[in-house]
């Protein structure tokens, strides 16, 4: 099994909480960390881990938001956060896993594991030296001798690739040291030992169902989820697809009925016919219908679905992002819509980005950033949340929305990216983003229909 070793010696990040959020609960923790899942560094389009640019921004120090810095510390954190939890002694950010095991001693925050309850954190020594090297939320023990716990910087679920955060399932002594770390939660203590407890699959009761794994393989279970999204008949099951087209791609598993005279699913028609502009809308995933589907969420088009396929765990996010937007904590599956829709009025501001960077899976902060100051003027569409300067880089949002609409992922919103994203929609392509823009509304048409 591939280990990522998280250790970052000697160092330690002063980020002293800045007020005194109010305590979260071991719940919503778990279930942020668990939204994580599939999350790769390698697969970022950004500089270093989405978890260390967050540490780098919040503590001002650019060294964590570089390539190849180890993030499970900081990934344990950014829940936290998330949360509204207190760290481990009282610390933001934290990427010390030995700076984190002597504040808990110190604070009274050790746990023998025989009182282990969901959402402590369980630490690793790989190297049996004494000191601790990997740390992660531990969510159950299982009856046959091993942990289960959700952890960053780590291999897939399966024991593939490195750098990812997944579910994992490891021996117990794998956890040399005879304590966990207990965070600050609001609802310490809500588990006893030897009551029911979460099994890191079914979702909290007080949840929505239907969330899944973003592991990037297709099977009954994300079926499943997308059916109750679009209210279908629920079998877990795309039926009637081209046998021809199985082995081709291995990212689909339970669930599809491979034949040989096919006929095509309702729930692929449906997502041909809503996101994937794929025309005619046959009910059948072949090749044209996987392009049309990578293009749509901007990763590599090349029209199979490998294991692990960052397609498949685009729209798993998005199954999830369906379903966390639905009414009320335990709304109807399929009855999801955002709690504050996108207003359609042609300008893009702070809040349409929002809904964007939600949903393109990248940090929610409401702002474009660096774009370049030239082109301000020419686009009295773009209004709040727009970073201009004189010096831009480029912005993650515009560079994944550049890859569906067909354009080099500069990050730049000038005249080329427009034109791409105005033939993208059908509108008129005159490179400019007017007041009461068109193709602004198009935009936030389609992601008021997610």
């Known amino acids: 099994m591939t280990v990522s070793v998280c250790r970052i010696n000697g160092m330690r990040v002063n980020g002293k909480m800045k007020g005194s959020p109010e305590m979260g609960k071991v719940k919503s923790a778990l279930q942020i960390a668990q939204n994580e899942t599939g999350y790769s560094y390698y697969a970022d389009v950004e500089a270093g881990s989405k978890y260390g640019r967050w540490a780098a921004a919040y503590d001002s120090w650019s060294y964590l938001g570089a390539n190849g ?25 934290q990427i010390n896993t030995e700076t984190m095991r002597n504040a808990a001693a110190s604070d009274g ?37 091993t942990v289960r716990t959700i952890e960053g910087n780590t291999s897939r679920s399966d024991g593939r690739g490195d750098g990812y955060v997944s579910n994992k ?9 005879p304590y966990l770390m207990r965070p600050y939660y609001e609802d310490a203590g809500a588990f006893t030992p030897g009551s029911p407890v979460w099994d890191g699959e079914t979702p909290f009761p007080d949840y929505p169902t239907g969330q899944v794994e973003v592991d990037g393989y297709w099977g009954a279970r994300t079926t499943t989820a997308l059916q109750q999204v679009y209210g279908q008949t629920v079998d877990g099951v795309i039926s009637s697809q081209d046998r021809t087209w199985q082995a081709q791609n291995p990212g689909l598993t339970s669930g599809w009925n491979w034949v040989g005279d096919a006929e095509g699913s309702q729930i692929i028609m449906e997502m041909q016919r809503r996101y994937w502009n794929v025309s005619p809308a046959d009910g059948l995933i072949g090749p044209t219908t996987i392009r049309a589907m990578q293009r749509h969420y901007g990763t590599t088009v090349d029209g199979v679905i490998d294991e692990g396929s960052q397609v498949v765990m685009a729209l798993q996010r998005d199954i999830n992002a369906q379903f966390r937007a639905a009414p009320g904590a335990g709304g109807k599956p399929g009855s999801g819509t955002p709690q504050s829709p996108v207003v359609q009025d042609g300008y893009w501001g702070s809040g349409l980005t929002r809904a964007l960077q939600r949903a393109y899976s990248t940090p929610v902060d409401g702002v474009v950033s660096s774009q370049p100051i030239e082109w301000k003027a020419a686009n009295p569409g773009l209004t709040s949340g727009w970073e201009w300067s004189s010096d831009a880089v480029g912005s993650q949002i515009i560079a994944r929305l550049q890859r569906v609409w067909g354009v080099e992922a500069d990050g730049l919103i000038g005249p080329n990216t427009i034109r791409a994203m105005q033939r993208y929609y059908g509108t008129t392509a005159d490179g400019m983003l007017d007041e009461q823009s068109s193709v602004i509304l198009a935009l936030q048409r ?3 229909r997610r």
């Open 109 to 145: 925050r050790l746990v023998p594991f025989r009182d282990a309850q969901p959402g402590d954190l369980i630490l690793y020594d790989w190297d049996e030296d004494g000191r601790t090297d990997h740390i992660g939320f531990f969510v159950r023990e299982t009856e046959n001798g």
């Open 169 to 177: 399932e490891r021996p117990i002594d794998n956890a040399v040291f």
């Open 446 to 448: 389609e992601l008021n």
């Open 69 to 93: 810095v180890p993030y499970c510390a900081m990934f344990v954190s950014w829940v936290l956060y998330q949360a509204g939890v207190p760290n481990i002694g009282h610390q933001v950010v």
